[in-house]
């Protein structure tokens, strides 16, 4: 699959987000201001940004906003779960957990639990921007589903304006769906199920859109990350790179990966093409060489437990490189919740050039990123890399593109800005407290 450039992501009646929420990774500064290597041109001449900081205070709706993707994914997902209607399979115990996940509306309305919760997402595959948007009710059934396309022009290739298969649409490259149209149930997505029975178009996109990482650095634990795809030697050579940084005592480190389980299910008793779930248990065992001196020179070696000699920062800085990696090798999308969590600021520092640099990001992968550390945009971030997510008295949360703020001068710098409260968006206790 060639690589995916996401365009904008946005979601309605979501978590903190009462109206509209929409971040657009497409640049948004003259070409006067733009800054070497933090932008590059896709499609038709189209200009985006690699890196996006979303800056806001401690629940102003930052780590709702990484959900979005994770509930776009979710319902894409478990549509053919739901298609399936298969009694087994939904009560194998994640699927069942994953499944019992109430719609995660506005709570600090009342009139939000009876409106529809709404999602799009826009990416650009080859030439083509593709805008994929969908509406759940608060029964879980889809009200309204749309593909479109844009070249030179927009077309709509998938069109659904209510919960029953009968009301969809589709064309071009999903016209070939059509016959089995009828397999789309009222909670599952028509462009999973298109998916599902092999529509190429149809999951070419559903993969870009799953192909999309989203982790949260403050809940990462262990080293769940780690595979023996991700820890090929040259991969490895990578990691210890930097986490030398972090530990310069640091020589070598062995993995071995343990499968411990394997089971697997039926997907369905009499359809679907005989497909399975299958559910792995692998035991990560990680050891560390680290030298040992006399005199400054290095005269042995120790074997360690990387778990239980390492620090909390670096445990998470090994679990996340490997998805780093794995997006700046293959182009593609990842969003990481506060960023700087357990981890030196000049370490984050590392992590993020690892994306400006053409070397080291030759595909031009995308990082969305949010932050607390101020010093993280205090120096070289063109404008419209920033956003500053901001919460009401209401409980309503926005986000607010600081290219579009007045009255910046190129010389401000926006982390200093940011603390002295200029554009809003800080705790409300420290407001109350000038």
Known sequence: MSNAVLKSISATNFGPFNETVTLDMETAVPNSQLIDNHTFIAGDEQRFNKLAYLFGANGSGKSNFCKIILQIKRIILLSPIWASNNPKLMEIQPIKDDLAVPRNYFKFNTASKEKST????????????????????????????????????????????????????????????????????????????????????????????TSVQVINMASMRGLSNLSEET???????????????????????????????VEKRPFDSDD??????????????????????????????????????????????????????????????????????????????????????????????????????????????????????MKNEFGESTLKHISDITGLRPSDKLGLKMIDGAFGGMPQILLNMQ
């Open 118 to 209: 709404s999602y799009k997402i826009q990416l650009l595959l080859d030439t083509i921007t593709y805008t994929y948007s969908f509406e759940v009710a608060e029964s879980n059934e889809i009200l309204s589903e749309e593909l479109t396309k844009k070249r030179r022009r927009t077309e709509t290739i998938l069109s659904r304006s209510s919960p029953s298969y009968e009301s969809i649409e589709l064309k071009s490259e999903l016209k070939s769906f059509q016959n089995n149209v009828t397999v789309v149930k009222n909670n599952a997505l028509c462009l999973s199920m298109a998916s599902f029975l092999n529509n190429k178009l149809a999951t070419k996109i559903i993969d870009a859109i």
């Open 231 to 261: 820890f090929s030697d040259d991969k490895k050579e990578k990691y210890l790179k930097i986490l030398r940084s972090a530990d310069p005592t640091l020589k070598d480190i062995v993995v071995n990966f343990n499968e411990e389980k």
């Open 272 to 389: 679907f093409e005989n497909r399975a779930v299958v559910f792995k248990s692998v035991r990560v065992d990680v050891q560390s060489t680290h030298n040992i001196y006399d005199n400054n020179q290095v005269v042995d070696t120790s074997v360690l437990p990387f778990l239980q000699i390492e620090s909390t920062g670096t445990i998470k800085l090994l679990n996340v490189l490997p998805l780093i990696f794995d997006t700046l090798e293959t182009g593609g999308i990842l969003f990481i919740d506060e960023i700087e969590n357990g981890l030196h600021p000049y370490i984050v520092k590392l992590m993020i050039n690892l994306f400006y640099n053409p070397t080291t990001n030759p595909l031009n992968a995308q990082l969305v990123c949010t932050t607390h550390n101020a010093s993280l945009i205090n120096e070289k971030v063109q404008r419209d890399e920033v956003w500053l997510m």
